[in-house]
T-cell receptor
Framework: GESVGLHLPTLSVQEGDNSIINCAYS??????FIWYKQESGKGPQFIID?????DKRQGQRVTVLLNKTVKHLSLQIAATQPGDSAVYFC???????????FGKGTTLSVSS | NAGVTQTPKFQVLKTGQSMTLQCAQD?????MYWYRQDPGMGLRLIYY???????DKGEVPNGYNVSRLNKREFSLRLESAAPSQTSVYFC?????????????FGPGTRLTVT
């Protein structure tokens, strides 16, 4: 089916640590994935995306890895800061390519 | 450039009442979406509009209607509110390129139905 999900609902890290948030997807035909960050009381905000012809993509302090063999992607946040505390969602397009399907989210808590 | 705006920010309804949630975007986007977000459920698509004049059902359309008033505005209507519709509602928009799925979200409407 066309669903995405995350392995862990919560992740707690210390400030300065690297964080890894995981996501598994079921649709082997998915060719595009997005990570969103949602801070408390706000709408989701785009972080980074990756197309299926790539294995890795880097942004500012964030890296997304895509493993198509096991249908898994991860979001790595380097030197995690308290401002990174939020819920993180992965998403991919529905089969018609007309909308995004979101996973349930991982809540990242960063303690200083 | 305000992005995606939603009104109201908060609303309390009694069971059976009706209301319309308003959404507008100023980015000249073709596609607009309505999602609901419940604790532990992530975002679920209610309806979407790929272009002005078209609307399609998403994952959870029952109990809702939508209107794509023009390219900028996409409203969501609850004709007879039920407690199960207590949720946070997000409107989003995205651009013309179908392979560019980045969606821009509004701040949300927190709806409580008693």
């Amino acid at each position: 089916g066309e669903s995405v999900g995350l392995h862990l609902p919560t992740l707690s890290v210390q400030e300065g640590d690297n964080s890894i948030i995981n996501c598994a997807y079921s649709n082997s035909a998915s060719d595009y994935f997005i990570w969103y960050k949602q801070e408390s009381g706000k709408g989701p905000q785009f972080i980074i995306d990756i197309r299926s012809n790539m294995d890795k993509r880097q942004g500012q302090r964030v890296t997304v890895l895509l493993n198509k063999t096991v249908k898994h992607l991860s979001l790595q946040i380097a030197a995690t800061q308290p401002g990174d505390s939020a819920v993180y969602f992965c998403a991919d397009p529905n089969q018609a390519g007309t909308a995004l399907i979101f996973g349930k989210g991982t809540t990242l808590s960063v303690s200083s | 450039n305000a992005g995606v705006t939603q009104t109201p920010k908060f609303q309390v309804l009694k069971t059976g009442q009706s209301m319309t949630l308003q959404c507008a975007q100023d980015m000249n986007h073709n596609s607009m979406y309505w999602y609901r977000q419940d604790p532990g459920m992530g975002l679920r698509l209610i309806y979407y509009s790929a272009s002005e004049g078209t609307t399609d059902k998403g994952e959870v359309p029952n109990g809702y209607n939508v209107s794509r008033l023009n390219k900028r505005e996409f409203s969501l209507r609850l004709e007879s509110a039920a407690p199960s519709q207590t949720s946070v509602y997000f409107c989003a928009s995205s651009g013309l390129d179908i392979r560019s799925y980045e969606q821009y979200f509004g701040p949300g409407t927190r709806l409580t139905v008693t």
